[in-house]
């Protein structure tokens, strides 16, 4: 090789590493006002349940005191929560959804 040669290296692609997004769960809190036929309503309109996983969720939160309704990103569990509880409002229901981070 000369003193003109030019030694090429080939150049290395870096790929970021993309990090999944944190995973938030919407956690359906029991009350005693509201009627269980009612929760399961609003789980099969907003959630998209079947009837049956519907009522384990409602008889789960109604024993437990809270039960994990979803587990998704972030602000498709906040807009989820807000639809539940506004639709409750609307009918004089005091039904709660809170969401808070996966661990």
Do not use: Q, W
Request: proline residues 6%; glycine residues 4%; contains cysteine.
């Amino acid at each position: 090789m000369s003193d003109n040669d030019v030694a090429l290296k080939p150049k290395t692609k870096v790929k970021p590493k993309l990090d999944r997004p944190k995973l938030y769960k919407v956690i359906l809190v029991n009350d005693d006002y509201t009627p269980r036929e009612f929760v399961i309503v609003i789980l099969k309109v907003v959630f998209r349940m079947s009837e049956e996983t519907g009522y384990r969720v409602m008889i789960t939160a109604h024993k437990l005191g809270s039960c994990v309704v979803i587990v998704c990103a972030r602000d498709i569990a906040e807009t989820k929560a807000k639809e539940g509880i506004d639709l409750a409002k609307e009918m004089g229901f005091p039904l709660m959804f809170t969401t808070e981070p996966e661990e």
